[in-house]
């Protein structure tokens, strides 16, 4: 667990410094960068709404590494973490929907009061945390912040990740131009290879057949215009884990965890989050820069909170160990930290909008910044031992 807090912290230091090199390069020199961003690539079979140029590439292949880097630790968690009890796990992803739903609504609103209906489909953006950013963060309090409270805030951030992902498969990718038998004949293969998975994850100890089923799920999903990196995820919580340090889901989350990291998500801050502030995007999309700023900066915070508090004192679920109210609040708004999956929907959502989605990325970034300037100076007033937890 030391050793990846310790990556995590590492790798959310380096994300940033690409996010900010994608920045500084977008805004001193628009063209080559663009030029970059927009490089043609072609992949035999895959359909070019699905990977184009070296933005698609990145975002819809190369990120599969990602998904499958927090498929494999949640799944970890499940088999032998604090997932492992239901109690316990039911907490953070009831808390992930609550945050998700309150920062669509609180977009929504805000879109809609001040007549951006333009805006209103990207309601999507605002709904999921970025794991790496926000567990980088959290790792600067060091001891202040439990091992428990990391562990609620990946699963809810995993949690909301996916369902924000899924919805991004279901409302934000064009129909496949298959015929209506081969979309049929996809959709059960893909079936068949989670199915095969669940029935062979007891007995098969290697690695290479879960790096392959990936691939074959991934073709799959690209065939059907459903989100590709979903394979990352399905088949990364497949992959049987636990304790015993010579199972295949810790031997693989040993190599994709630092790839992710160190190589993936940075590559991603890179090709994804160049706006070019010298253009002033903020200039006339005032309406989609406030909703995000309401959205993640409000809303993530009241929903994520709101809901615990429900749960809890339903007694349908209890705060992790070690854990005070204090903390849940200053952690609901480290939540409001995010750009990966935002931007994901972002770059659907406002395709063919290049004015639209350079105001998505400033509003991204500065909430991200205040999320992570507010909700840390907030959980650096909690007194790690001698305090009490506080009442509901």
């Known amino acids: ?28 020199s628009p063209g080559s960068y663009h030029r970059f961003v927009s490089a043609q690539v072609h992949i035999p079979s895959i ?11 990145v ?3 190369v990120m599969v590494v990602f998904f499958a880097a927090i498929g494999l630790e949640i799944g970890r968690e499940r088999s032998v973490g604090s997932l492992s009890e239901p109690a316990t796990a039911g907490l953070p992803v009831a808390a992930a929907l609550g945050g998700m739903a309150a920062a669509a609504l609180v977009y929504l609103a805000i879109a809609l009061g001040s007549g951006g209906h333009g805006v209103a489909g990207g309601w999507g953006i ?16 060091g001891r202040r912040v439990s091992t428990h409270l990391r562990v609620f ?13 899924i919805v991004l498969a279901l409302v934000g990718h064009q129909g496949s131009s298959l015929p209506l038998g081969q979309r049929l004949a996809c ?21 290479a057949l879960w790096i392959a089923l990936t691939g074959v799920l991934w073709w799959l999903l690209c065939q059907l215009h459903l989100e590709p990196t979903l394979a990352g995820v399905i088949i990364g919580v497949l992959v049987l884990s636990g304790a015993d340090p010579t199972s295949p889901g810790l031997r693989l989350e040993r190599r994709v965890a630092p790839l992710s990291a160190f190589v993936v998500l940075p590559l991603f801050a890179l090709t994804a989050g160049g706006v070019d502030l010298v253009a002033r995007p903020w200039s006339g ?24 508090a429900l749960v809890v004192r339903l007694g349908f679920g209890r705060l992790p160990p070690d854990t005070s109210w204090r903390q849940m609040i200053g952690a609901g708004v480290l939540c409001g930290i995010g750009f990966t ?20 990325k400033v509003a991204l970034l500065a909430a991200s910044m205040l999320c992570s300037a507010v909700g840390l100076v907030i959980l650096m007033a909690f007194r790690p031992r001698g305090e009490t937890r506080d009442s509901v």
């Not at 359909?47 to 698609?56: A, E, F, M, Q, R």
């Not at 999921?128 to 980088?136: K, Q, R």
């Open 187 to 207: 959709a059960g293969v893909a079936l068949g290879v989670v199915g095969g998975a669940l029935a062979v994850r007891r007995r098969y100890r290697g690695v």
């Open 341 to 360: 999956v935002p931007l994901l929907f972002a770059a659907q959502q406002f395709s063919g909008q290049p004015g639209r989605l350079a105001a998505t």
């Open 285 to 308: 999309n005032g309406g989609v820069i406030i909703a995000l700023l309401g959205a993640r900066v409000i809303g993530k915070a009241v929903g994520i909170v709101g809901v615990s």
């Open 59 to 61: 975002a819809n292949l």
């Open 126 to 141: 605002p709904m999921a945390t970025d794991v790496a950013f926000t567990l980088g963060a959290l790792s600067l309090l």
């Open 153 to 165: 805030l990946l699963t809810l951030a995993v949690a909301d990740d996916v369902a924000s992902v």
């Open 1 to 28: 667990m030391a050793t990846l807090l310790a990556e995590e912290a590492a790798g959310g230091a380096l994300l940033g410094a690409a996010l900010i090199a994608a920045v500084l390069w977008a805004s001193l």
């Open 47 to 57: 359909p070019l709404s699905v990977v184009n140029d070296v933005g698609t590439l």
